[in-house]
């Protein structure tokens, strides 16, 4: 069987890393404890296995977990899924390390272009490339050509656009391309050799595929994107289709700062999340009552022309919960009860069922409370 | 002027949280230095403005910087890359919360549904929603149409696949969709209530925009997705196409538990960057040579199949550090002077023909090392 092998820190003490390594291992496969998997293909194929325990030089354990390849579809997104999707909301983890088997890493395919490419694309050999940004957001197609005219005669290899400057009215890309092309084929007439262009594409992934369309076709020789920013799995799809070479931009690469109140109680519902499912307090995420309390007055307050968007706390939710948990959302909020109903085995429905009337007699215990 | 406000909290102390609020308000924007700015308009429109400054109660200061509504560019991408895009790679920064400008929040729209959506597609009012995972994943489409039956008898309001459940062969998700769909029909038949069923959808954007459309047409009345996962820009073209409401899940959440070494040096490799931009040691990103190092190798070593990704050192390089660079990556490197070019005015043509210059130079000292 296929695995992918995920190198982990926990940190955590010796006298804890073997069970949490376990925890892991189930949370970023069935989300489900063992006992609750109710047929042995899904134990032998599907949840993952912990491998080596090492204490880490810089704090806790190393952990090596495998995954069957399978769990991740053979796709961009389901890997991030498996590697780190709900662990990352875990303080105690973080994501050191992956190794793939051929099956994915030919799924995924890396670089079309790569150093050769990039260096065929340049006309560069036996030595380090040269390359520099257009700055700053805000100038003109014309003023950005000026300096692409610039450091095309001065013999660079690479112009590219800073990151920051995007598709906008006043400097469109088609416009950007057209003038920065023809004033670098202008300085190749002078000089016999051709710098590399490569616009900044940003976008919805639409807009992206326009974008790195117009762009090749008008004479850009690569372009330029910021894979966490746009996504990984985006990223991956412009890739597979640009048909030039692809530079990287890091930004965004440590998206945490983004403090978790902005990012899902305010971001999401932004981005268009009519609804957002989040960790509930005391479960088994270290979301407490206050972070809660603000995440779903996040997405329920009133913002000018913009919906509220419908808590759904969860995460190690219980049934006997359901009373502490209406109470402190009120009315709008949508309860969601994962594994511990699993617990139940034959008696799912009726366990299911007591879910549904309590919140039922909840609710008209206090007709028409908000929460929080 | 339209301006978007961002509230950052910058761990530094008192008597450089002035100086340190402006530096971050230049990188966001121009990436430049005041003094590179040639026009009063760039300075007047684009570059962002320190607003209040006042101690934090957690850790060195809250400043409010607001930028131009222009840099945006009204793009859900863009956005990103303005709020948090190198910022976020710099240690003593984090996002604290955003303040949108109408035009802003009108171009992204926020939920479709709402909650009120959400409450009409599952038809229910005046009380919590109740709401239930199908785990776990590596189950067949019937193994979980018959959970999804269960819960529907026992009166759940929504039904959603774990967040892990992908479309895969052994349940792809036209299958599990017509079967999960078929069950609560059926027990719709017998207790007058219809379940609201949201299958995952998960891949890069082609992908999902067909899971979409397949899962609407099958019956689903809504989807679940994991916008960190897919990227906040694609999830918002997702939102804006789907055409039933979008549950959100939180997975990734917490991304920068991926680490930088993985992130930058091997996922982005993997994902097909054919070169990727990273800050140098010694420039105004926390990298030290360690990690640069690493990262080079990551992205150069061989890797069965998968073609090696250029390294393309940046952030605050001068020409005065080429010789070292070059030594230190070798030849197959790009690299890539910024601001530091722009310091020279006038004298940007000679100043860039001098970098280009040193680095045929250092090359041609050392022929053919391989750096590192």
Redesign the interface.
């Known amino acids: 069987m296929e695995v992918v092998r995920a190198l982990y820190r926990l940190s955590v003490g010796e006298d804890r890393v073997a069970e949490r390594a376990e925890t892991l291992a189930l949370e970023?496969?069935?989300?489900?404890p063992r006992s609750?998997?109710r047929?042995s293909?899904?134990e032998r194929?599907?949840v993952g296995r912990v491998g080596a325990i090492e204490p880490d030089p810089r704090d806790g354990f190393r952990v090596e977990i495998r995954y069957p390849v399978?769990?991740?579809?053979l796709?961009?997104?389901?890997l991030?899924?498996?590697l780190?999707?709900?662990?990352?909301?875990?303080?105690d983890?973080?994501?050191?390390?992956?190794e793939?088997p051929?099956s994915l890493?030919?799924a995924?395919?890396?670089?079309?272009?790569?150093?050769?490419?990039?260096?065929r694309a340049a006309g560069v050999e036996?030595?380090?490339?040269?390359?520099?940004?257009l700055?700053?957001?805000?100038?003109t197609a014309e003023?950005l050509a000026a300096?692409c005219g610039?450091?095309a005669?001065?013999?660079?290899?690479?112009v590219?656009d800073?990151?920051?400057i995007?598709?906008?009215p006043?400097c469109p890309l088609e416009a950007r391309v057209r003038a920065c092309v023809a004033a670098i084929d202008r300085a190749a007439d002078a000089t016999g050799r051709r710098t590399l262009y490569a616009p900044n594409v940003?976008?919805?992934?639409?807009?992206?595929r326009r974008q790195v369309e117009r762009a090749r076709e008008l004479g850009a020789g690569?372009v330029?994107a910021?894979?966490?920013?746009?996504?990984?799995?985006?990223?991956?799809?412009?890739?597979?289709t640009a048909g030039i070479?692809?530079?990287?931009?890091?930004?965004?690469?440590?998206?945490?700062?983004?403090?978790?109140?902005?990012?899902?109680g305010?971001?999401?519902?932004?981005?268009?999340?009519?609804?957002?499912?989040?960790?509930h307090a005391g479960g088994r995420f270290p979301f407490g009552h206050e972070l809660c309390h603000e995440l779903a007055d996040r997405m329920?307050r009133p913002?000018?022309?913009?919906?509220?968007?419908?808590p759904?706390p969860?995460g190690g939710m219980s049934v006997e919960r359901v009373g502490e948990?209406?109470s402190f959302?009120?009315?709008?909020?949508?309860?969601?009860?994962?594994?511990t109903?699993?617990e139940a085995g034959d008696g799912?429905?009726?366990r299911?069922?007591l879910?549904?009337?309590r919140?039922?007699a909840?609710?008209?215990r206090e007709?028409?409370r908000t929460g929080l």
Chains 1, 2 share one sequence.
């Open positions: 970023q496969t069935v989300e489900l609750c998997i047929y293909r899904i194929e599907v399978e769990t991740t579809a796709d961009p997104a389901q991030l899924t498996v780190l999707g709900n662990a990352s909301l875990q303080e983890v973080a994501l050191l390390d992956v793939l051929p890493r030919e995924l395919g890396g670089p079309r272009f790569g150093i050769d490419g990039v260096r036996g030595r380090p490339l040269t390359c520099v940004a700055k700053p957001m805000g100038s003023e300096l610039t450091f005669r001065a013999g660079i290899d690479v590219k800073d990151h920051g995007a598709d906008t006043a940003v976008g919805p992934p639409a807009a992206v690569a330029l910021a894979p966490l920013v746009l996504g990984l799995p985006a990223f991956w799809e412009l890739g597979s070479p692809v530079l990287a931009h890091p930004a965004l690469g440590g998206a945490s700062r983004l403090a978790l109140p902005l990012l899902l305010t971001l999401l519902r932004l981005y268009g999340a009519d609804a957002v499912v989040f960790p329920r913002w000018q022309g913009i919906r509220a968007a419908l759904v969860a948990m209406v959302y009120g009315d709008d909020a949508m309860l969601l009860v994962g594994g109903l699993y799912l429905e009726a299911t069922r879910f549904v009337e919140v039922r909840a609710a008209a007709p028409g």
